[in-house]
């Protein structure tokens, strides 16, 4: 199966996620927090870097659940710039 490209507007927020991650992740160990959330430590990296930046819901709600984080925080730090710059929604 062919992906479509990613567009520039999926990229950002991919790379916004990753910091918001990382932010939220603190002083713990990526493997302490992958191990709680049930992913691999390469996963929570690549996700972190935004080598990964479209994560399933349930990578998502799990990363949430570990770090403290409410699926409503994560959806508000990565929708669309309030002047909607991109034009695009957001999407999962």
Request: glycine share 10%; net charge negative.
């Amino acid at each position: 199966m062919v992906r479509t490209p990613l567009t520039p507007w999926e990229r950002e927020r991919g790379e916004r996620f990753g910091a918001l991650l990382r932010e939220a992740r603190g002083e713990r160990s990526m493997v302490e927090v992958a191990a709680v959330a049930g992913v691999s430590a390469e996963t929570l990296r690549k996700i972190e870097t935004g080598r990964a930046p479209t994560p399933s819901f349930f990578t998502i709600a799990a990363l949430a659940f570990a770090l403290g984080l409410s699926l409503d925080e994560l959806a508000s730090a990565c929708a669309l710039p309030a002047d909607g710059g991109h034009g695009e929604a957001l999407t999962a």
